[in-house]
């Protein structure tokens, strides 16, 4: 509403200038039709008549549905516009967030909600292991870089999507996770196995990853026990 508001004095206006020049259309109209077209077909005065009468309400309402397009059309755009315009804005102030969240962020997102890494507790385990099930699963979709390189090399390489079958022979590397770790680099949260190498840089769904924290990651704290405890 506020933008159909703020275009109303506008097309009052354009409407006047177009009610000036349709009637300037519509005498030149009845003009022509009473001289050229009445002489060339050889109309009867009655049916002039007829045709100059219809003409005369055909004519505003042709100029009418233009005026009405050419409004909407304006109005569309105007949406656009701003639309763009505060989305612009947002993301300048920091308020449009990617459509992917690295690990690092989600472990702060668990933190916030009650997960506990500092030792002696082993939650941050629980948490990769969680991941790695929900990645096997499906429920998550888990990106990250290919480990073939080293240094900046790799951090170019591009994020990709880590198939679901990955996850049955690799494990997260939750050591950089924990709060002792002293690091914050995303790039040192890998996937790894035995044989092969795998992922690093590790990345989820933002939106799915967040509600995945909160219905179901929870679930899995304390499977995984301190050596020497036994129940």
Not at 40 to 54: C, D, N
Not at 149 to 167: K, N, S
């Amino acid at each position: 509403m506020r933008i159909t508001w703020k275009a109303l004095p506008t097309t009052l206006l354009l409407a006047g200038v177009f009610h000036l020049s349709l009637k300037l259309v519509e005498d030149a109209v009845i003009s022509w039709i009473n001289g050229q077209i009445a002489d060339q077909l050889g109309l009867t005065a009655p049916t002039v008549a007829v045709v100059v009468e219809t003409a005369s309400y055909a004519v505003p309402i042709i100029a009418a549905a233009a005026i009405l397009a050419a409004y909407h059309y304006w109005i569309s755009r105007s949406q656009v516009a701003l639309s763009a315009s505060a989305y612009t804005d947002t993301e300048r102030a920091g308020g449009n967030k990617s459509r992917l969240m690295t690990i690092v962020e989600l472990r702060n997102e668990a933190k916030s909600a009650g997960w506990n890494f500092i030792d002696p507790s082993i939650q941050i385990l629980d948490l990769a292991d969680a991941l790695r099930e929900a990645g096997s699963l499906g429920d998550l979709v888990i990106f990250g870089r290919k480990d073939q390189m080293f240094g900046d090399l790799q951090r170019r390489q591009p994020l990709v999507e880590i198939p679901a079958t990955h996850w049955s022979e690799n494990w997260i590397n939750a050591v950089f996770l924990t709060d002792e770790s002293g690091r914050d680099d995303n790039y040192d949260v890998r996937s790894y196995s035995v044989d092969t190498k795998g992922f690093c840089d590790l990345h989820v769904e933002r939106q799915q990853a967040l509600k995945w924290l909160r219905l179901e990651a929870s679930l899995h704290i304390g499977r995984n026990r301190p050596r020497g405890k036994l129940a």
